[in-house]
């Protein structure tokens, strides 16, 4: 079992930054494909962003692309989502998720998402 907690959302003005991480628990991290997804109110949960195992891989959604940038650090069981020149359409919440492989459809773990509010 794999516990992911979200943490770094908040209120931001338009154009500003956001760091969001999220630690994972047990020792099978470093096997599995992270992700970002977000839910604005009304809207489908979408993919912000994935990161293959080793971290070699990644791949965004086009609405973030140049401006998100996904990471992760094995040794500390944790993935981040690096946002810059935020929009007000980027506010939504948050989803760190996991699965066991890059060619997977399903995701197996869900975090508890973090809001994300951007002002204009």
């Known amino acids: 079992q794999v516990q992911l907690v979200e943490s770094g959302g908040g209120l931001v003005q338009a154009g500003g930054s956001l760091r969001l991480s999220c630690a994972a628990s047990?020792?099978?991290?470093?096997?599995?494909?992270m992700g970002w997804f977000r839910q604005a109110p009304g809207k489908e949960r979408g993919i912000v962003a994935q990161i293959s195992s080793s971290g070699i891989i990644t791949n965004y959604a086009d609405s973030v692309k140049g401006r998100f940038t996904i990471s992760r650090d094995n040794a500390k069981n944790t993935v981040y989502l690096q946002m810059k020149s935020l929009k007000v359409e980027d506010t939504a919440v948050y989803y760190c998720?996991?699965?066991?492989?890059?060619?997977?459809?399903?995701?197996?773990?869900w975090g508890q998402g973090t809001q994300v509010t951007v002002s204009s």
């Open positions: 998720a996991a699965k066991r492989s890059w060619a997977a459809s399903d995701i197996d773990y």
């Open positions: 047990g020792r099978t991290f470093s096997s599995l494909t």
